[in-house]
């Protein structure tokens, strides 16, 4: 853990979180800045900064809970697709360094791209976030 992280501060419960999903490896949470609706952080709970960093045993573990949320984030939040995006390093626009992995609902015609949909601003309250998180919750298993 890093006392600089926000992400390490987060799974040690010193910030609040939306948590959805949590595993003896990896924490799944609400972006706080959404792109779109339902947007999600999956994170190591070990500190690394670069997907390199971490072991293939850690690699898989963390792309299996990306594969398990999947589908009920789609289904929570009746998207037809999803947008992954790692930003690996902070030469990559990489914001908290700390591995995640975005996957943020999409919508038909919502935007064109990867690019268009990291960037667009949304304004939420809190109870969106509670609101959002259970229902995805309510879809895992």
């Known amino acids: 853990m890093s006392n600089d992280c926000v992400f390490c501060r987060i799974l040690e419960h010193k910030i609040p979180s939306n948590i959805i999903y949590e595993d003896k490896n990896n924490l799944a949470f609400l972006d706080i800045n959404p792109s779109a609706p ?37 289904e ?18 990489q914001d908290i360094p700390h591995v995640h992995i975005h996957v943020i609902p999409r919508k038909i015609n919502d935007g064109k791209g990867v690019s268009q949909v990291l960037l667009r601003a949304s304004n939420f309250k809190t109870e969106d976030f509670n ?3 259970a229902k995805i919750k309510e879809k895992i298993n």
Request: charged letters at 20%; glycine letters at 6%.
């Open 131 to 133: 609101e959002i998180a």
């Open 38 to 74: 339902g947007h999600t952080l999956i994170i190591p709970k070990k500190h690394k900064i670069r997907v390199e960093d971490l072991s293939i045993e850690e690699v898989r573990s963390l792309f299996s809970m990306l594969h398990l949320l999947l589908k009920p984030i789609c």
């Open 76 to 93: 929570a939040m009746n998207a037809e697709a999803t947008t992954i995006a790692i930003n690996n390093g902070p030469e990559s626009g």
